[in-house]
């Protein structure tokens, strides 16, 4: 129930296409949802994140996408550039414990130019 | 203003020994979470330190300690060091204990002989 599901695994995307990373929930106590950025030798930046009370959220070339009913929410990169290749991590998090932030396995994206 | 720093960058220990890991927050925020990140997975959380208090653990053995300062920054301490123990650990900051969003520093990369 603590678990949070992402795919896919690894995403090739051309410059200036659309990119999507999906993550999938089972606990509906969660009620924070960050994705971060990670480049290699890097820790986690913060992009963007999202609480149930909307289902979109959109931040320059960056947009969240939420599905309460279906427990699901979405990255969007527009126009995607080289730059943006990184691995990609959703994570989720609960108000009665909302000190830790569980994570997905990740997926790693190459933008090619 | 300066991120969250974590030192040293890089560790080689052996197995048994002992490691201390450092970490100083963000100006002005007083929570620290440790995560351990494994190569090719997510971050798995391993404390949360608020005003100098353990607020929560995550599945860890009790070979895994940590405190925090006065000055909110923290140490994370592993014994008995096993070759598994080799990860990315990661420190992360917050304002309060359970506000989000939480940012993370670049990590101390721990290797094990």
Request: proline fraction near 6%; charged fraction near 20%; aromatic fraction near 12%.
């Amino acid at each position: 129930q603590q678990q949070v599901k992402q795919s896919p695994q690894s995403l090739i995307v051309q410059k200036g296409g659309i990119s999507i990373i999906n993550c999938a929930y089972e606990n509906t106590a969660f009620d924070y949802f960050p994705w971060y950025q990670q480049f290699p030798g890097k820790g986690p930046a913060l992009l963007i994140a999202i609480r149930p009370d909307v289902s979109e959220k959109k931040e320059g070339r960056f947009t969240i996408s939420f599905n309460k009913s279906a427990k699901q929410f979405s990255l969007h990169i527009m126009d995607s550039q080289p730059g943006d290749s990184a691995t990609y991590f959703c994570a989720a998090s609960n108000g009665d414990s909302s000190y830790k932030l569980i994570f997905g396995s990740g997926t790693r994206l190459l933008v090619r130019p | 203003d300066a991120g969250v720093t974590q030192s040293p960058t890089h560790l080689i220990k052996t197995r048994g020994q002992q490691v201390t890991l450092r970490c100083s927050p963000i100006s002005g925020h007083k929570s620290v979470s440790w995560y351990q990140q494994v190569l090719g997975q997510g971050p798995q959380f391993i404390f949360q330190y608020y005003e100098k208090e353990e607020r929560g653990r995550g599945n860890f053995p009790d070979r895994f300690s940590a405190r925090q300062f006065p000055n909110y920054s923290s140490e994370l301490n592993v014994n008995a060091l096993l070759l598994g123990d080799s990860a990315l650990y990661l420190c992360a900051s917050s304002l309060g204990w359970r506000e989000q969003p939480q940012h993370f520093g670049d990590g101390t990369r721990l290797s094990i002989l």
